[in-house]
C-alpha cells in the first residue's frame, strides 16, 4: 500500500543537538533507531516550484506530478 503525504517544509528542525527531517526525503529511518533524522536530502527539495507537486522515487529522483 502507498499513501500519499504533502509536505511543504524544505529544511530540518534543530531539536536540542539532533536534525528532525521534515521533507520527508530522508533515508536515516531504520529498525533500530526509528527517528526520522535528517541526512541532508532536503536540498533536493529547495528547487521545487511553489504550486507544483512532485513525487520521488526509492532512488531520490523527482519528477512533477500533473
Given amino acids: 500500500m ?3 503525504v504533502e509536505l ?3 529544511t530540518p528542525l534543530k531539536v ?3 536534525w528532525i527531517c521534515r521533507c520527508g526525503l530522508s ?3 531504520n529498525e533500530e533507531d526509528p527517528q526520522p533524522f535528517c541526512d541532508g536530502s532536503h536540498t533536493k527539495a529547495k528547487s521545487e516550484e511553489d504550486g507544483k507537486v512532485y513525487e520521488y522515487d526509492s ?3 523527482r519528477k512533477e506530478v500533473s
Fill in 27 to 29: 533515508k536515516k529511518w
Fill in 16 to 18: 536540542g543537538e539532533k
Fill in 59 to 61: 532512488e531520490g529522483s
Fill in 2 to 4: 502507498s499513501r500519499k
Fill in 8 to 10: 511543504k517544509a524544505i
